[in-house]
């Protein structure tokens, strides 16, 4: 089945620097790679999806690419914010009915 | 539109015994998924249920049960429980019948002594 493998498990970035998470997956099937944030005692929410027909897909301050040959995707935070400090968790999935399969987090702290 | 519920929020438990969790998804939504959460392990998938039938499972042992009801209401059940069972218990919803954008509830945080 499929694994998604996640690097690294912890980063901490000053405030206003940049900050990049990256994820393999295992399945070439795999076509949808969604990005989710939990801050501490909270639930975990969408922040960004890319699709494999895309190579790259932005959305303000985040964006993400993705290289399908190589199976990865990262998610790029530009000018870290305090409040960007959460776990951030990738994922993936392949096509209707299947389940979506998460990696194990980062933890990433933004220092003022 | 109201939020993805899930009841009850804490739950202390003793090994050996089995508990119920169940979640409300957002009005419309047809697909309920479980994940455990656990420091460390991330977000552990253990079943799917689209319109009252499960529809992918993970790999979990056979304590781990669930079902789903006509509204989409789901239940998890877990008997026999063990120590090892002690973590954040989320449930997620989506709109439609892809497992794609899942919305999460706020969890039930089942602690096992």
């Known amino acids: 089945g499929e694994n998604v493998e996640q690097h690294p498990s912890t980063l901490s970035v000053q405030e206003g620097d940049s900050a990049v998470i990256k994820c393999t997956y295992s399945?070439?099937?795999?076509?949808?790679f969604p990005w989710y944030k939990q801050e501490l005692g909270k639930r975990p929410q969408l922040i960004i999806d890319?699709?494999?027909?895309?190579g790259e897909k932005k959305d303000q301050r985040i964006a993400v690419t993705l290289n399908k040959t190589a199976k990865h995707f990262s998610l790029h935070i530009t000018e870290t914010q305090p409040e960007d400090s959460a776990v951030y968790f990738c994922?993936?999935?392949?096509?209707?009915?299947?389940?979506?399969?998460f990696g194990p987090g980062t933890s990433l702290s933004v220092i003022p | 539109k109201a939020g993805v519920t899930q009841t009850p929020r804490y739950l202390i438990k003793t090994r050996g015994q089995q508990v119920t969790l169940s979640c409300s998804p957002i009005?419309?939504?047809?697909?309920v998924s479980w994940y455990q959460q656990t420091p460390g392990q991330g977000l552990q998938f253990l079943f799917e249920?689209?319109?009252?039938?499960?529809?992918n499972k993970g790999n979990f042992p056979g304590r781990f049960s669930g079902r789903q009801f006509s509204n989409s209401r789901s239940e998890m059940n877990v008997s026999t429980l063990e120590l090892g069972d002690s973590a954040l218990y989320l449930c997620?919803?989506?709109?439609?019948?892809?497992?794609?954008?899942?919305?999460f509830g706020p969890g039930t945080r089942l602690l096992v002594l």
């Open positions: 890319i699709r494999s027909n895309v």
């Open positions: 399945d070439s099937a795999s076509n949808y």
């Open positions: 994922a993936a999935s392949k096509a209707s009915y299947d389940k979506v399969i």
């Open positions: 009005s419309g939504h047809r697909s």
């Open positions: 249920y689209f319109s009252e039938t499960q529809r």
């Open positions: 997620a919803s989506s709109p439609r019948e892809r497992s794609e954008t899942q919305y």
